[in-house]
């Protein structure tokens, strides 16, 4: 019952008292200009549209002038000068709750899964402060993903946040679906924004799965909708699950991807009339990226570890805005082009991925061996071109005839089939027996070149 009751003051507290109304003035490009329309940034207003008579659902996003500049979360048709916008609600909130657990909801916390509205009891707002930072715990313990790479060689904590950067078509989402099905967190929160309408459903009946939807919540925003509900859809992700780590539990967050949702911004600012930056970005894009990466995090109970992917264009991976998010988050993940077209999935490139915490969480054995198992892989890399022409002569480098011999037991253990699911505890146990088995190697390697040198010594 207090819940409840606290549920309704909060409604209560952000309805306007007023009946605060203005008009259309104009329309331009993505904005909409209002005329003697008083009320503050981010606030939610109608469009009575004449045209249509339906009304348009709308935010505040800034000021020109005496003016008002609105963007819609509706489409646009049927807005006419004149038409009356009516203040709704100066802050948005969404039901939050395990109500929400198995839904699929669109930017502004509506279900669009066609199992009918979520009741929930209580309510959040979608905008909040990330932790203070001395308000966070030190993130200390490991959080089991599912994949087998990221375990045994890039060992991620619990409220840890990740790049994930690729390019189109490497099987990022198909790599997300495992992490969402196999990872030892409590609870999933997925948000798909600016997505392809025809890959939603692949992506929740494919790659996520029943089981994983079960314990998930799915924020939906394709790229055919206004680039404020993919903005929105972020942030109601990250509320959601502020919620669930406030009580207490672990969940995993997954962003799909920060860079249609800078894109999204980037609409958004231009539109209001920032001044374009570095391709075209206007600031409020590198003032949003900090804002909503930094609320994941371990907070005093429960954690938020976060995945964010990152389209890389072209695979480069200078991109302004790869750059911004590699600065914030605690690690990143490569997903290679190359790798994808060999057939190697998780096309994770280890040489190019890192976790900034892993020596905070593994112990020394288990790190040396994981950097072990990457200074054989770059040792391969230096001579591939020369192996594959058979240019290449063993003898030379016993680090790099053991790269060489010991290629496809790598391979293997990096590797990882759709369904095949592998807890934190096996990836660590077969780390430990691949580097038996490479140990093994070195020493047959060494010994027959310690061989081969006493029978050209008495030659």
Do not use: W
């Amino acid at each position: 019952m207090s819940s409840l009751l606290a549920n309704l003051a909060q409604d209560v507290r952000r309805i306007s008292p007023l009946g605060i109304e203005g008009r259309v003035l104009e329309v331009v490009g993505l904005s909409i200009i209002v005329e003697h329309f008083p009320v503050a940034v981010g606030s939610r207003c109608t469009v009575r549209a004449r045209a249509t008579q339906h009304e348009v659902r709308c935010e505040v996003v800034g000021f020109r002038d005496d003016r008002t500049l609105l963007m819609t979360l509706d489409e646009m048709d049927g807005v006419s000068r004149g038409d009356v916008v009516r203040l709704t609600s100066r802050r948005q909130t969404i039901g939050v709750g395990d109500e929400m657990l198995g839904r699929v909801i669109n930017g502004l916390g509506e279900a669009i899964d066609g199992r009918g509205p979520i009741r929930c009891t209580l309510r959040r707002h979608i905008e909040a402060r990330a932790l203070g930072a001395l308000s966070r715990q030190r993130i200390d313990q490991p959080i089991g993903t599912g994949i087998r790479a990221i375990d045994a060689c890039m060992t991620c904590g619990r409220g840890q946040r990740v790049g994930i950067f690729s390019g189109a078509g490497v099987g990022k989402s198909v790599l997300l679906g495992m992490m969402a099905r196999y990872t030892s967190a409590a609870v999933n929160v997925i948000c798909l924004a600016g997505e392809r309408g025809r890959e939603v459903r692949d992506f929740l009946e494919r790659d996520l799965g029943p089981d994983g939807l079960r314990k998930s919540v799915v924020v939906v925003s394709t790229n055919d909708e206004p680039p404020l509900m993919k903005i929105k859809a972020g942030l109601v992700a990250h509320a959601l699950a502020e919620h669930f780590r406030d009580e207490g539990r672990d969940v995993l967050l997954v962003l799909d991807s920060v860079t249609r949702l800078a894109m999204a911004q980037r609409q958004v600012g231009l539109s209001a009339g920032e001044p374009p930056t570095t391709k075209g970005y206007p600031p409020s894009v590198f003032s949003l990226l900090p804002r909503l990466l930094e609320r994941a995090g371990r907070g005093a109970q429960g954690s938020i570890t976060g995945f964010y992917t990152i389209l890389v264009e072209g695979d480069d991976m200078s991109d302004p805005v790869a750059d911004a998010v590699r600065s914030i988050l605690d690690g990143h993940l490569v997903l290679s082009r190359r790798l994808a077209n060999q057939g190697h999935y998780p096309a994770i490139d280890v040489t190019q991925s890192i976790s900034r915490l892993m020596t905070d969480l593994v112990e020394p054995k288990h790190l040396e061996a994981s950097r072990s198992l990457v200074r054989l892989l770059a040792a391969y890399n230096e001579v591939e071109d020369l192996v594959n022409i058979g240019a290449y002569s063993p003898g030379s480098n016993p680090e790099v005839d053991l790269a060489v011999a010991s290629r496809q037991d790598v391979l293997g253990f990096l590797r990882q089939d759709i369904q095949e699911a592998v807890r934190y505890d096996e990836a660590r146990s077969g780390l430990d027996a691949l580097t038996r088995k490479l140990e093994q190697s070195r020493k047959t390697i060494l010994a027959r070149r310690t061989a081969q040198a006493a029978v050209a010594a008495k030659a």
